[in-house]
Nanobody, 122 residues
């Protein structure tokens, strides 16, 4: 079991940038991946990006491709989500999750952090 804790959320103006961090305690599997999801009130949980621990292979959701970048520091057991050109539509609770690479469905990720709020003002 892996414990995940997100940080870095906050209030930012439209067009600004923010970097989220996800600290993972415990051991990670070589075949596992870390991912970022977000969920706004009344909306379904949306896949944003994922990355593998071993090869660093990445995958992005269409809504954030070109604006968000996922990365990881294996030595620190930490994954990041660099968010640029933020829009009010990006306002949501952002979650870090662990699962098998290749999936974009929240149901395929077994470990979740409590989330960190990102609010983008206009």
């Amino acid at each position: 079991q892996v414990q995940l804790v997100e940080s870095g959320g906050g209030l930012v103006q439209a067009g600004g940038s923010l970097r989220l961090s996800c600290a993972a305690s415990g051991r990670t599997f070589g075949s596992s991946a870390m991912a970022w999801f977000r969920q706004a009130p009344g909306k379904e949980r949306e896949f944003l990006a994922s990355i593998t621990w071993t090869g660093g292979s990445t995958r992005y959701g269409d809504s954030v491709k070109g604006r968000f970048t996922i990365s990881r520091d294996n030595a620190k057991n930490t994954v990041y989500l660099q968010m640029n050109s933020l829009k009010p539509e990006d306002t949501a609770l952002y979650y870090c999750a662990r699962g098998v690479y290749g999936s974009t469905h929240s149901s395929d990720f077994g470990s979740w952090g409590p989330g960190t709020q990102v609010t983008v003002s206009s």
